[in-house]
């Protein structure tokens, strides 16, 4: 990870990524999470295999970090009805049973580690606050229509 | 007597006056690249954080809320707005206090470096003062009434804020000067770094 990589390169990247990878994630929430599980904690630097293989790791990482940028940007951007219905599909991609999925994520409010690097405080506190509101709503109407396995209880370790 | 004790209390006065004149200093022209610094980097937190049309839209569009009252339970609408007010509440704060940092800049540097016409000094200082008024008013409005009930005043308060914008945008133009900008579009296509 020593020279920034070509702006061509970056893009090019980018767009492979879109079209391949990010091409089974319509939700931008589900595009922030996926990314920023790209990202090392210790580094704040981007790693894909395929992507770095056939490009290089500078090009990849800074692809990732621009379509990261870009889901975060879009979630700023999506009305409360919009992230309920994003976080309901989300919820059905993870096939977690719906009730563990809530605790979780009102426990450990697993977003917030999810924020793009340069993004100001305000987005990413308005994004947080959404995210609570929504998850309060789906909960509402999980609670409200039962399923099995969607039941509430605490998580087994906090 | 009284005419003597007039015309003294008149040079005493003159002598004060003078003597106050004297001790006012100017901003020092030396060491000042940090104010020019910080006051691009108080533009740019405007410009790309906290003025952004969609951004604005979305903190007071009353569309969310409408929603929630629709299909949620009463507690959760309590529990929207709260949300809300605090994040309408944290961005009044976050303008005010990044026009402050501007306002600073444009009392104590920007006269020695930019050439602002008297008119245009006059008006920035207007709209300084019309920008800390308006956001004054509207986090009373906001406690008072909700994240909805200020709409008109966040509409004068962003087109002031553009109007500041623009104008430290043109005493700050020195600071990115096209040739350099040019210089480093071409330069990172080919792995070198500025």
Request: hydrophobic share 50%.
């Amino acid at each position: 990870m020593n020279a920034p990589a070509k702006h061509t390169d970056v893009l090019a990247a980018a767009d492979d990524l879109r079209r391949r990878t990010l091409a089974d994630m319509p939700q931008p929430l589900e595009r922030l999470i996926y990314l920023a599980s790209t990202r090392d904690y210790n580094t704040g630097l981007y790693y894909h295999h395929g992507l770095a293989l056939r490009f290089s790791e500078e090009a990849a990482c800074e692809a990732l970090a621009d379509c990261h940028r870009e889901a975060f940007e879009e979630l700023v951007a999506a009305s409360l009805e919009e992230l309920v219905y994003e976080l309901e599909s989300y919820l059905k991609s993870t096939r977690v049973a719906a009730g563990d999925f809530i605790v979780a994520w009102k426990g450990l409010e697993p977003y917030r580690v999810a924020v793009p690097v340069g993004i100001d405080s305000l987005s990413s506190e308005l994004v947080f606050s959404n995210l609570k509101v929504a998850l309060a709503i789906l909960e509402q109407r999980l609670m409200a229509r039962p399923k099995p396995g969607a039941l509430l209880h605490p998580l087994p370790v906090q | 007597m009284i005419g003597l004790f007039l015309y003294v209390a008149l040079g005493v006065g003159l002598l004060v006056f003078l003597w106050a004149l004297a001790r006012r200093k100017g901003a020092p022209v030396e060491g000042c690249g940090l104010q020019f610094v910080e006051a691009r980097q108080a533009l740019r937190t405007l410009q790309f954080g906290l003025l952004p049309e969609n951004l604005i839209a979305r903190i007071f569009d009353p569309e969310d809320f409408r929603y929630v009252t629709a299909a949620s339970p009463e507690e959760i609408g309590k529990l929207f707005l709260q949300e809300r007010s605090r994040i309408s509440l944290m961005w009044v704060r976050r303008v005010r206090s990044e026009i402050r940092n501007l306002m600073h800049f444009h009392l104590a540097y920007s006269r020695l470096h930019a050439k602002l016409s008297l008119l245009t000094e006059v008006r920035l200082a207007l709209d300084f003062a019309l920008l800390l008024l308006a956001c004054r008013a509207l986090r009373i409005l906001l406690y008072l009434r909700g994240p909805y009930g200020a709409r008109a005043v966040v509409r004068v308060l962003t087109a002031a804020a553009g109007r500041v914008c623009a104008a430290s945008e043109k005493s700050l133009a020195f600071l990115n000067p096209p040739a350099l900008e040019s210089f480093r579009r071409d330069s990172a296509g080919h792995g070198a770094a500025i």
